[in-house]
């Protein structure tokens, strides 16, 4: 089940480096020049711009195809690739483009029902509209750390069969949990330990001051619901990658393609908040799909690869189950929408 990894950070740091670098000046462009000042973000934006994140990652997802190709043709490569298990260069230029692209689809499925999490803490600080995107945009930038550490934690965890086992369980425990557990109405977000800490510790203004997070006022410095909003956001971000960075892992185990993968559906993330805010009700089906999903990537790390001889469940069986199941949910909830009860006479506004 288990193999050496082909391209290792301490190896090829310049290559993530440089990644990271581009999504930096990516993000710039974002908030400094497209961005720059607060304003409404508009469904037809919102749209371009998620169309322009997914093409990114499809053209970075055929760059990376032909990247690994010719890099594993070295002979000074011959070595890692035969201990990696992933076959000849074609081969493994192959199964790691399915894989980033296995992972970016579980990643952003994950990460759209993030945006559940978010719409209700955005509802419940009453952020003005034209001011979300901000707190996306450096909660997107809080999420690049964590998941970082989280994946950096993961490549050396994960070597240890017995933490696969574990971590493989988990995620089949989840995936039961989303299927049999009404998880409606989420969770209140004024009753999370941190948010509370900080209201009891940290002078709190009375209102939102523009886009600060923090002021002074009166000689004295005040963070504004805006700070208190980003810490939520940031704590949701945490608690949703303990799912999501196993997740990968039961995919790949090559930290590239974990990496790559997680940072290209945290980029589309802001943009798709705004083009589905208003359809989330629409796709309830979505919470199935994903605990089947996860249920399937538990089964696939703890079981289903004894099935075969080589101990690897094939890429491309993973990649049209966890695409069709996803697929499926979304294309049910639209063909059969939620039944709404109509109004009590009670609740029926009077004439």
């Known amino acids: ?160 069969y017995w933490v696969v086992i574990v971590f493989g369980a988990f995620l089949a425990l989840t995936g039961l949990k989303l299927l049999f557990t009404d998880t409606e109405g989420g969770t209140d977000p004024g009753r999370n330990p941190v948010i509370r800490l900080l209201n009891r510790y940290l002078p709190v203004t009375d209102g939102y001051r523009g886009n600060h997070f923090v002021v002074v006022e009166h000689g004295k410095r005040f963070v504004t619901p805006l700070f208190i909003t980003l810490v939520a956001v940031e704590i949701t971000d945490i608690v949703f990658a303990v799912d999501s960075i196993p997740a990968i892992y039961g995919i790949t185990r090559e930290p590239l393609i974990v990496f790559t993968s997680n940072v290209f559906a945290i980029l589309g993330l802001r943009s798709m908040f705004f083009v589905l805010a208003g359809a989330m009700d629409r796709f309830y089906l979505l919470k199935y799909g994903l605990g089947i999903v996860l249920l399937f990537v538990g089964l696939k790390m703890t079981v289903l690869y004894h099935l075969f001889e080589d101990k690897h469940f094939p890429t491309t069986w993973s990649l049209a189950i966890i695409a069709g199941t996803i697929g499926t949910t979304l294309v049910l909830s639209l063909m059969y929408p939620k039944h709404v009860d109509p109004p009590t006479p009670d609740e029926r506004p009077a004439d």
């Open 1 to 160: 089940m288990g193999h050496e990894t082909l391209f290792g950070f301490a190896e090829y740091w310049w290559l993530y480096a440089s990644f990271l670098a581009l999504v930096l000046v990516l993000l710039g462009l974002d908030l400094g020049v497209f961005n720059r000042t607060p304003h409404d973000i508009s469904i037809a934006s919102a749209t371009r711009w998620t169309i322009f994140w997914v093409s990114l990652a499809v053209v970075f997802n055929l760059l990376l195809w032909w990247w690994v190709h010719h890099e594993l043709l070295k002979p000074e490569r011959q070595e890692a690739l035969l201990a990696s298990g992933y076959g000849t260069p074609v081969e493994a230029a192959r199964r790691l483009a399915l894989e980033f692209l296995s992972g970016y689809i579980v990643e952003m499925s994950l990460s759209v029902d993030n945006l559940f999490v978010f719409i209700i803490l955005f509802n419940y600080f009453a952020v003005p509209s034209k001011l979300r995107h901000r707190v996306l945009f450096y909660g997107n930038l809080g999420a690049l750390i964590s998941r970082g550490i989280f994946i950096a934690v993961g490549s050396i965890l994960f070597q240890f």
